[in-house]
């Protein structure tokens, strides 16, 4: 098979499509979309997300030192659209949107609760890859939406019709 040169740019395909949320120590929530995101940790569990520190929430992750990994469901993408393409620095998307926020149980950041899953983390370190700063969370709770989990918990992730 015959191979040619390709553009090395977000090359790893499928990349998971989060909202991570996040609370500014003066109270200020964000929600931003992601598309680096991932497992880096089963023991202990941790995930990372990257972010561009040009971004608004960045600061507020930077501050507070949480973050919430919100996985997103087809139903939500025309707000996962919006909240991608707008900065709470302009604007209130949130509002906009009529986004519904729910405190954390772990974390001082918003959990979404009309996505499926929920991932509450503390950083706990970080790394400049060039355009993004990976920000390194340890999992402190995951909430799921009932009819994904098993009796021992387990998410049943081919339930969720992701983006």
């Not at 040169?5 to 996040?22: D, G, I, N």
């Not at 503390?122 to 402190?140: A, C, K, N, Q």
């Amino acid at each position: 098979m015959e191979k040619y040169s390709a553009k090395m740019k977000s090359c790893l395909q499928p990349m998971p499509k989060v909202l991570v949320s996040c609370r500014g120590l003066n109270g200020e929530n964000d929600v931003l979309a992601v598309g680096y995101c991932g497992n880096c940790s089963y023991d202990p569990p941790m995930v990372m997300v990257g972010i561009v520190p040009s971004r608004y929430s960045y600061h507020l992750i930077k501050e507070s030192g949480c973050f919430v990994v919100n996985l997103v469901d087809k139903s939500y993408q025309e707000t996962f659209d919006y909240l991608g393409s707008r900065s709470q620095r302009d604007e209130d998307k949130l509002a906009a949107m009529h986004v519904r926020l729910e405190n954390g149980s772990k974390v001082n950041a918003p959990i979404l609760p009309d996505c499926p899953v929920n991932i509450e983390c503390t950083v706990v370190d970080s790394i400049m890859t060039g355009s993004h700063e990976m920000f390194i969370g340890r999992v402190e709770c995951v909430h799921a939406d009932a009819k994904l989990t098993d009796k021992e918990g387990n998410i049943d992730f081919s339930q969720i019709n992701f983006i």
